[in-house]
C-alpha cells in the first residue's frame, strides 16, 4: 500500500492501524493527515505512549489525554470523577479524531483503559465512543513499557478472532487442551488432511510445503511438527534482535529447524531436503527478481524458490493453510499434491509450478479474504 492510499483510506473515517518497517513514512502520512484535519476545521486529539514520542506531534500522552495516568484499572468512581473534570471531558467530548503513535509500547491494558474513558465521557457505548482511531507503529520495534514485576503487557490468549494479536505471543500454549472450550484441542488437522499427512509422513520422503499468510499462518508447522514429521521452515527474523531471539527460542522448539532468510538459507534447505524434512515456506510476497504470474487478474512477481527446489530435487509440493472457525478454532488443511507441469525435456517448468500455486493461494484468499493477512505491496 502507498501513502497516497493509506491517506486515502484515513480521510474516509475509518479507524486504522498504520503500520510499516522505520522508514516507510508512517510519520509522513500522519503529518499529512493532520493537516488534512485543520484545514476541514476537524478536532483531533494527536497521543503517543511516551512523552519523546509524543513531541514529535506536538500533543501528549495518551495516559494524560484520556486521564488514566498510572492507573492499572478504572472504577465507576473513578470514571464519574474523570467525567466531572471539564476541562478532560471538553477534550475528549469535541474530539473527532484520536492518534496514538508508538502503540507498540502501550500495554493491552491501557488501551482497554482509554476505550473505557471515551465510552464514558462521550456517552456513546461503540469503541472508544465512536472516535475515528488511528493506531501508528511498529510491533515488531518496541515492546509494550510495563513495570519491573508487573503482568506482561500483552494481550490475554482468548478464544475469538480478535485474539491474533495476542497468538503471536501465545503460539506455545494454543495446543494446549486445557485452555478449550469444546473438551479437545481448539486447533487440529481436518479429517482428509489428517490422513493425506499421515499416508506422506509413512513414506518417509521429503515434500515441499507452501502458504499464504492466512489466519494464524505459522500453526501449519506447528501441526505438520505435532504430527511427527522432520521439519524445517523458512523465514525472515524480525528486525528487532530482543524479538527476534525470543521468537526463534519458541518456535524452535514448536516447529523443528528454522531457517533464516540469508545467503546460507539454499544449502540449509538441500540439507533439510536430504534428510527427508518437510520443507515449509510462504509464497504470496512480491519478490523483485521473480518470475511473473497472475493473481487476481493482475500480473505480480512470485519468489521461484519452492519451483526450483522441486525441480532439483524431484520433491512433491502440498499446499498448507489454516483455517479461522467461530468460537476461536482454527482448522489446518493440507492440500493434494500440486500437479506440477514439465517442460519438453520432462522437468518442472518452474514459471508454470508458480502459476499454479498461485491459483491455490487466490483460491485461499477468494475463500476467506478477510482471513488474508498482508500489509505489503502484493502487486507493483
Known sequence: MTQGEALALLKTGASIFLTGQPGSGKTHTVNRYLHWLRQQGVDY????????????????????????????????????????????ATRIERAKVL??????MLPARSLTLVDTVCRHIRGVPSPFGGLQVVLVGDFFQLPPVVRRGAESGMLPLGPGEDSFGAEFAHLDRLWDPEISQHGNDRIDWSEESRHRALDLKAKGQPALLFAAHLANWELAAVGAHQLGFKTAVLYRPPNVSAVAEAAVEMRARLMGTLIPTDFTAPIRIAEEIGRGSLVGMLVDQYHTKGVDVTFFGRPARTNPLIARLARQFEC????????????????????????????ADGRIDIAGTMQRINDVVEGWVREHPEQWLWVHRRWR
Open 45 to 88: 486529539a494527536y497521543t503517543a505512549s511516551t512523552g519523546i514520542a509524543a513531541t514529535h506531534g506536538h500533543g501528549v500522552t495518551i495516559h494524560a489525554w484520556s486521564g488514566i495516568g498510572v492507573r492499572d484499572a478504572l472504577h465507576r468512581r473513578d470514571l464519574d470523577t474523570l467525567a466531572a473534570n471539564r476541562r478532560l
Open 99 to 104: 492518534v496514538i503513535d508508538e502503540i507498540s
Open 316 to 343: 512433491p509440493i502440498y499446499g498448507v493453510r489454516s483455517v479461522r472457525l467461530p468460537e476461536g478454532r482454527i482448522r489446518l488443511e493440507l492440500t493434494r499434491p500440486i500437479d506440477t507441469p514439465r517442460d
